[in-house]
């Protein structure tokens, strides 16, 4: 589903917005029709006839619809719209050519279906009884059918129809969406090249999502700028990192060259420096010196991360396939947490409103017993 969803991923997009192509039932099928209005009253008028046209004659529930706005402010100005009485009668006179055109083309291919064709035996000739035109079904169905329509359609049609639950709209909602999945792929580019360091601030924040991330950064890009700072850490960087397979060796960084360290080797030789003076076994005051730049907690966050991408680096060098990858990637990080929350935040709500709909039927309820109780 990711690879599926991402394959016109715009990865610098930072809007995290997707290149799509729609279809209906969020699979390849029959391609969305696109429909232009003068104003919001005729477009959201337009969408609540295509609700209840689609409901009745699909059986759908209400909470299988889901509207999509460019922002949630318009979203929210489209549901609060849907109840608008000249909303209604707008949506009202849709439907009304709706179900028409509906009928209309239906007659169209029943006359085409009940065309005949007569061939000439003695000659071969092909003659075709002519269909018949729009024009002409127009004039028919004006005439002769409109009435019979009309009846037929308030039978299927009444003033309840347009009475919709906004509450049961947009309930079926992606928690996994278009942020995450730029994330994700972010990620896995970034394991191709641990040495980029453009991916490697973005993986570092997708990674620690924390609030001091952008400062973590730069005092690693000083390091890594700083020429002092630099040979210290080259001092501790190791040029090629070898990872094992069972059939060869994978090299999944090098040094860009001899002059610049990457962002990710100076997180590297940190780690290293981190562990050395853990275990008391650093003697030169100029290698601490680059410890001091940082806080304990930012120091913590930059060991965390190397062990997590080293983590990732060995299991990618394995025979796995990507799925095996991405779940393992989704276990190990804060992606889940961060949907967990959102899907809970979501039950809490759901459970929310229940509470309140249930105290809300027992008042009446109680209310309804008071009533209808003998009076002594």
Do not use: W
Request: hydrophobic share 35%; aromatic share 10%.
């Amino acid at each position: 589903e990711i690879v599926r969803v991402s394959q016109n991923l715009i990865i610098n997009n930072r809007t995290c917005r997707i290149q799509k192509q729609l279809y209906t039932n969020n699979v390849q099928g029959n391609k969305i029709q696109l429909h232009a209005f003068k104003t919001p009253s005729d477009e959201i008028s337009y969408i609540l006839s295509e609700i209840i046209y689609l409901k009745k004659n699909y059986n759908y529930k209400y909470g299988d619809f889901v509207i999509l706005c460019r922002t949630n402010k318009t979203l929210k100005e489209t549901l609060k719209s849907i109840h608008n009485v000249d909303i209604k009668k707008k949506a009202y006179k849709y439907l009304i050519n709706k179900f028409l055109n509906d009928k209309q083309n239906h007659l169209i291919k029943q006359k085409e279906y009940d065309t005949k064709i007569i061939q000439n035996n003695n000659t071969n000739h092909v003659y075709k009884n002519s269909p018949i035109g729009n024009d002409e079904i127009n004039i028919y169905e004006n005439n002769q059918k409109y009435e019979e329509y009309m009846k037929e359609f308030h039978n299927i049609f009444d003033i309840d129809t347009f009475k919709i639950p906004i509450k049961e709209l947009n309930k079926k909602k992606a928690f996994f969406g278009s942020k995450e999945i730029i994330e994700l792929i972010t990620f896995l580019r970034f394991l191709l090249n641990v040495d980029d360091n453009i991916i490697f601030k973005k993986a570092f924040k997708i990674i620690k999502n924390m609030k001091n991330t952008k400062q973590i950064i730069d005092k690693l890009t000083s390091c890594q700028t700083n020429q002092h700072l630099s040979n210290i850490l080259m001092e501790y960087s190791h040029d090629i990192v070898h990872i094992k397979t069972q059939q060869n060796k994978i090299h999944k960084h090098e040094r860009i060259n001899n002059d610049k360290l990457s962002l990710f080797s100076c997180v590297q030789s940190i780690t290293h420096l981190f562990i050395l003076k853990k275990r008391q076994t650093i003697n030169k005051e100029s290698s601490l010196r680059v410890l001091n730049i940082f806080t304990e907690k930012e120091l913590k966050s930059i060991v965390d991360f190397f062990f997590c991408i080293n983590y990732f680096l060995k299991f990618a060098a394995h025979i796995n396939s990507v799925y095996y990858l991405v779940i393992e990637v989704l276990k190990k990080t804060n992606f889940l947490k961060r949907l967990q929350a959102k899907i809970q935040k979501k039950t809490d709500e759901e459970k929310k409103e229940n509470n309140i709909m249930n105290e809300t039927i027992s008042h009446q309820r109680n209310d309804t017993m008071e009533l209808h109780a003998p009076q002594n």
